[in-house]
């Protein structure tokens, strides 16, 4: 699977559970939000705007994605809220098809256009690293089933203070009305994965 592919299987409505760790306090963070993503094709105006907008030949990307988000976090102050939206641009190295940059509007720690440096792994996980002014982030995202995607990241600061993020993804099902069977397997996928992968990239 490339990148594109990824962009593809991820099409649709998501429900992600988030929990962030905040390493420096040794304290965690629950959230949650709805996730719609929209593969794009290669010749999309919004894939070929953000090509001019980094000053990549539009004509090198393979595709892309539109992604809208609304959510909201546990420390929130009033008023605050965790929503958005960016398009990405994927431009895949000529020699080596699964890797490549990622061209975004806005970043995932900084609001600001940004190009990042990703590759598919022998697992089909795809691993993003960005590197900001102030910090570098390193995401890892993949399919546990068709319904359930993870997401892990981690975000250095150059000052040392470091956050580890991890959510969990379910498919909303739009086809068949009300999304009930697929909402209720994926749930329970959810469940069952959850304190497996949290060991995992964690260290617990």
């Given at each position: 699977?490339?990148?594109?592919?990824?962009?593809?299987?991820?099409a649709?409505?998501?429900?992600?559970?988030?929990?962030?760790?905040?390493?420096?306090?040794?304290?965690?963070?629950m959230?949650?939000?709805?996730?719609?993503?929209?593969?794009?094709?290669?010749?999309?105006?919004?894939?070929?705007?953000?090509?001019?907008?980094?000053?990549?030949?539009?004509?090198?990307?393979?595709?892309?994605a539109?992604?809208?988000?609304?959510?909201?976090?546990?420390?929130?102050?009033?008023?605050?809220?965790?929503?958005?939206?960016?398009?990405?641009?994927?431009?895949?190295?000529p020699?080596?098809?699964?890797?490549?940059?990622?061209?975004?509007?806005?970043?995932?720690?900084?609001?600001?256009?940004?190009?990042?440096?990703?590759?598919?792994?022998?697992?089909?996980?795809?691993?993003?690293?960005?590197?900001?002014?102030?910090?570098?982030?390193?995401?890892?995202?993949?399919?546990?089933?068709?319904?359930?995607?993870?997401?892990?990241?981690?975000?250095?600061?150059?000052?040392?203070?470091?956050?580890?993020?991890?959510?969990?993804?379910?498919?909303?099902?739009?086809?068949?009305?009300?999304?009930?069977?697929?909402?209720?397997?994926?749930?329970?996928?959810?469940?069952?994965?959850?304190?497996?992968?949290?060991?995992?990239?964690?260290?617990?």
């Amino acid at each position: 699977m490339d990148a594109i592919e990824f962009f593809q299987k991820s099409a649709g409505k998501w429900r992600s559970q988030r929990t962030t760790h905040h390493l420096a306090f040794r304290r965690a963070e629950m959230g949650d939000s709805e996730i719609t993503v929209e593969a794009l094709a290669g010749d999309d105006p919004k894939v070929q705007e953000i090509c001019k907008l980094h000053e990549v030949d539009p004509s090198e990307a393979s595709g892309g994605a539109f992604v809208s988000w609304q959510g909201s976090m546990a420390w929130d102050r009033e008023g605050e809220n965790h929503s958005g939206e960016t398009v990405f641009a994927i431009v895949p190295d000529p020699n080596h098809p699964n890797t490549g940059r990622m061209l975004r509007e806005r970043g995932y720690a900084e609001i600001v256009p940004v190009a990042g440096q990703y590759h598919m792994d022998e697992e089909g996980g795809l691993i993003l690293i960005t590197e900001y002014e102030t910090m570098s982030v390193i995401e890892r995202f993949w399919f546990a089933n068709p319904n359930l995607r993870m997401r892990t990241s981690t975000v250095t600061r150059f000052g040392g203070f470091s956050t580890a993020s991890f959510c969990s993804e379910s498919r909303i099902s739009t086809e068949s009305g009300d999304g009930s069977n697929s909402e209720v397997s994926s749930a329970k996928a959810n469940k069952e994965l959850l304190g497996t992968a949290f060991s995992s990239v964690l260290g617990w």
